[in-house]
């Protein structure tokens, strides 16, 4: 994107230009929705019932930077499709449920495929060429030890790698899938079954994230962590690592559904929202494909810890303002 700003010019008459990773991306503006964010969110409220939370609640909730002026401003994911592959929608206590929600929030006017991962993998009518998504999510992952013991399955995960890697979808992936707890799990040492997963010290994506373990890398894939109310990662979270670093972003994961303390609730709740801004970036910019949808959002992120991308918080903090209105050479 093109923005000239005026210019001083020296004596050779040239300009100066910023080279930013963006240059070249077509960013004409797609239609803003008619209908405003808030709206949908009150709908949403009404619809669950909620009579003791208000929208303002569900804003400082989801506590994401920008994503409340995006919505005013009728960028709400209009016209963009998601799809959650995640465990039981059903009830609003399931885990898949909040993690849908959740994303809803973030672009509410965006359309929702829910699919159990275990159905879809089962099912090779529920393939991404089928589901044909814009952004397609995950907080669930199966662990090496259960992939190397079931072959039909570890053959559909490699498929589902595969078709992730090759659509033109924003993949968002939650960093943390190892279970907590250390030890021995199913046979196998290392946290949570994951044999190069530490029981102690730092957990990276690279050594405890079963997509990661099963050569998800794309350009068009973020791994997404968490981060709490003082701005850091939590001792239960992964961190970016070395490998992973250009790939990850973190952000908020307070859940929605319960009175919000401000403090995080697992990666689980961080990734949607990412998924949600995914959706938002490619309503206003629609010529974007997954990858360069990507790159935006992970460039325009607040910059945490050491300077630039680092192996703790990867990019940094995920900004909706910003991702909404990126800047490429500056004249």
Same mark, same amino acid.
């Given at each position: ?6 210019? !001083?010019?020296?004596? %050779?008459?040239? =300009? *100066?230009?910023?080279? @930013? ?5 077509? $960013? ?112 669930? !992952?199966?662990?090496? %030890?259960?992939? =190397? *013991?079931?072959?039909? @399955? ?5 498929? $589902? ?171």
């Amino acid at each position: 994107m093109n923005g000239c700003g005026g210019g !001083g010019g020296g004596s %050779s008459g040239t =300009s *100066s230009l910023t080279s @930013t990773v963006i240059d070249g991306y077509s $960013l004409s503006q797609g239609t803003a929705d008619p209908k405003l964010g808030a709206t949908y969110l009150q709908e949403f409220l009404t619809e669950k019932n909620a009579q003791s939370t208000t929208v303002s609640n569900l804003y400082s909730r989801i506590d994401i930077s920008g994503l409340e002026d995006s919505h005013s401003s009728g960028w709400t994911g209009n016209g963009e499709t998601m799809t959650v592959l995640d465990t039981s929608f059903s009830l609003e206590s399931d885990h898949g449920r909040k993690v849908s929600d959740i994303a809803r929030v973030v672009a509410p006017g965006a359309t929702r495929n829910e699919y159990n991962l275990t159905t879809t993998l089962s099912d090779a009518s529920k393939n991404i060429a089928t589901i044909a998504s814009d952004v397609i999510t995950s907080s669930v !992952g199966y662990t090496p %030890s259960y992939l =190397s *013991s079931d072959g039909a @399955t570890a053959s559909a995960m490699d498929d $589902l790698v595969n078709d992730m890697e090759g659509s033109d979808a924003l993949v968002t992936i939650a960093a943390q899938h190892s279970n907590w707890t250390n030890g021995t799990k199913g046979g196998v040492s290392g946290r949570g079954g994951y044999p190069n997963c530490p029981d102690s010290g730092t957990m990276t994506v690279a050594n405890c994230n079963g997509w990661a373990i099963d050569n998800l890398d794309n350009s068009n894939v973020i791994y997404v962590g968490e981060i709490n109310s003082s701005g850091n990662i939590p001792s239960w979270s992964n961190q970016a690592g070395s490998v992973h670093k250009n790939q990850f972003i973190v952000t908020s994961s307070d859940e929605i559904t319960t009175a919000s303390d401000g403090e995080p609730d697992g990666n689980s709740f961080a990734a949607p929202r990412v998924a949600g801004a995914g959706a938002l970036v490619r309503h206003k910019f629609p010529n974007l494909s997954g990858s360069q949808t990507a790159t935006v959002i992970l460039n325009t992120a607040d910059d945490l810890g050491d300077t630039g991308v680092d192996s703790v918080y990867g990019h940094g903090k995920l900004n909706i303002g910003k991702a909404l209105a990126p800047v490429g050479n500056l004249h």
